[in-house]
């Protein structure tokens, strides 16, 4: 498991990519990249049968005449419609300034407002508009359709205004500019389509296209003239505006592709955006930098799991969970979450942590391989290494069973080889002896002259430690016939040992200066250990453990009490068991 620094670092560390990536969002660092992923999410809708746009096109010029047309061109087109109404129209043409042709031209289009039998919407434009996200936007002046137009009994006033992002493109747009209504909104509101006040989400709105330049469907104007396109237009709810190049009322969108959508068929796609109920919702800043932030904690959190193998998998999943949130939220209500910015904090904090938990876990790893290689074997080195949170260097309380184990005899030994047989019999034994230590998951603590110290349950748990223990001891006493036979070929006398087995608690930990420190043991357990092993001597056998040593071993060795026997250091005596 994790240490308790190793977690609120982590925490330390996710919180800080999460507060990064929410002033980056903030800031609209990466809007451009957020449209992006926005315009992909964004799904076509079907264009609403009853909406129709009434192109101006280029085949309408040609057929019609130059632009700009005379007033009472637009006057014949809508009282056409009146023999079989529409729904309602919307005019997409600003007519501002008097008739270059006259007052008659002027009045004979206001006469036809005044007799229309149903609703016109005609437009004006917000100029020098004031955007905030707290506010609605306000214009400090609007250039509207001529009074004497928008004064008739089923006209009204909307705006055409649209925003464009920071790249250019069209993707919202104000709901009503200094209390003038939006132009889409006006004219599905007057057609009686009745718009839940659910589908109006705020001051500014963003749209959900419904394809590229031509989904909508198009009856060139001059077919409204000449020919049959007031009775197709029956019922419907008409946009009649620009689509001619030469017109210059084209703006780019996101489905553009290379190609820009006239500002009409724009207005037509808004209220085919509002027909179908579906808009797009985006979490306000509070919500989405509480889903980064959460997004950013996910892998400090997974990263608390013991199996270090299931981590990635744990954060992947997280994560996949909270696209799936995202992605059904989007499509179910419409809600856009910023994914970008999602994505942006789990990958930072989950590289970020690695990045540290890689540094301090290597850092911790050759630290331990530089205190454990020469103690160890190299089975438990690798079960170490895999987790070093558990080996805690600092010292702590645990239950081991400790080896002793000395040369009977050494001092005559000395006296009857040279110096230089003395070290190599020495080292001989050493290794035969270490073998067994670590062959059976021991820690070899020291050599003390001819003796060997070694110990079973630290830093590792070791429920089979008396096991393991008794095992080494019993390897060793087999291993010492072996080197006695190789010194009596040599003409070498032999040696006999005494090993003591005592399990208890001890202090285990890096024990010494500051410019030398080493993995020991302390405590009574390790004294009553060495104690029991120089009681070889007088009771002149070659292994003597504790009576709680030989509760603890699970396998069947043949033992027989020694009785009881005192102890330096003890008040009270001890039960000793040896070999049979």
């Not at 839940?196 to 590229?212: A, C, Q, T, Y």
Request: hydrophobic share 45%; net charge neutral; aromatic share 8%.
């Amino acid at each position: 498991m994790p240490t308790i620094k190793n977690i609120l670092v982590s925490i330390g560390i996710a919180t800080l990519a999460g507060i990064i990536v929410s002033v980056s969002f903030s800031n609209g660092l990466f809007i451009g990249l957020e449209n992006f992923f926005e315009d992909i999410l964004v799904s076509s809708k079907p264009i609403h049968k009853d909406l129709v746009l009434v192109a101006i096109d280029n085949e309408s010029i040609a057929k019609i005449g130059q632009w700009p047309w005379p007033r009472q061109i637009f006057a014949d087109a809508l009282w056409k419609l009146t023999k079989n109404p529409p729904k309602a129209v919307g005019l997409d043409v600003v007519l501002s300034e008097a008739s270059r042709l006259g007052p008659t031209d002027d009045l004979i289009l206001e006469n036809i407002l005044q007799s229309l039998n149903y609703p016109i919407i005609l437009p004006a434009e917000g100029e020098n508009l004031t955007i905030s996200e707290t506010a609605a936007p306000k214009a400090r002046t609007f250039l509207r359709t001529l009074p004497r137009f928008t004064k008739a009994k089923m006209a009204i006033s909307a705006h055409v205004n649209l925003i464009l992002d920071a790249d250019g493109v069209v993707r919202r747009f104000p709901l009503n500019i200094s209390g003038v209504p939006a132009f889409a909104y006006a004219l599905i509101t007057k057609a009686g389509m009745g718009i839940p006040l659910e589908n109006l989400l705020g001051d500014i709105n963003r749209i959900v296209f419904s394809g590229s330049t031509g989904s909508v469907r198009r009856i060139p104007f001059w077919r409204l003239l000449e020919g049959d396109g007031a009775e197709l237009l029956a019922g419907k709810i008409v946009v009649i505006g620009a689509t001619a190049a030469d017109l210059h009322d084209e703006k780019p969108t996101p489905f553009s592709r290379g190609t820009q959508m006239p500002g009409a068929e724009i207005q037509a796609q808004i209220g085919n955006m509002l027909l179908s109920g579906y808009r797009l919702l985006p979490l306000k800043k509070p919500l989405m930098i509480g889903w980064i932030l959460i997004a950013s904690l996910f892998p400090a959190i997974c990263f608390l799991s013991r199996y270090r193998f299931l981590r990635p998998f744990l954060v992947i999943l997280g994560v996949a969970a909270l696209q799936l949130v995202a992605t059904m939220l989007f499509f179910d209500r419409g809600v856009v979450i910023n994914i970008l910015h999602v994505n942006s904090a789990w990958i930072l904090s989950s590289l970020s942590i690695f990045a540290y938990r890689h540094f301090t876990i290597e850092k911790e790893k050759h630290e331990l391989q530089g205190i454990f290689s020469r103690y160890v074997s190299k089975e438990v080195l690798d079960h170490i290494m895999e987790d070093p949170s558990r080996v805690r260097l600092g010292g702590e309380e645990k239950e081991i069973t400790v080896f002793f184990s000395d040369i009977r005899g050494f001092t005559t030994l000395s006296e009857k080889i040279s110096p230089t047989e003395l070290v190599s019999v020495l080292n001989r034994y050493f290794s035969l002896m270490t073998e067994e230590v670590l062959r059976h998951g021991g820690v070899l603590d020291k050599y003390i002259g001819d003796a060997i110290m070694a110990f079973w349950g630290a830093p590792i748990d070791d429920p089979n430690q008396a096991d393991n223990a008794m095992k080494a001891s019993l390897g060793m006493l087999e291993k010492l016939k072996f080197l006695n036979k190789e010194l009596r070929d040599s003409g070498k006398p032999e040696i006999n040992i005494g090993i003591g087995l005592y399990t208890g608690t001890a202090v285990a930990g890096n024990i010494g200066s500051e410019s030398r420190l080493s993995y020991t043991v302390m405590g009574d357990t390790v004294n009553v250990a060495s104690r029991l092993e120089g009681l070889n001597k007088e009771y002149k056998t070659q292994l003597i453990i504790g009576e709680t040593t030989k509760n603890k071993l699970q396998g069947n060795y043949k033992l027989k009490s020694l009785g009881s026997a005192s102890v330096k250091g003890r008040v009270e005596q001890l039960n000793i068991f040896t070999l049979e």
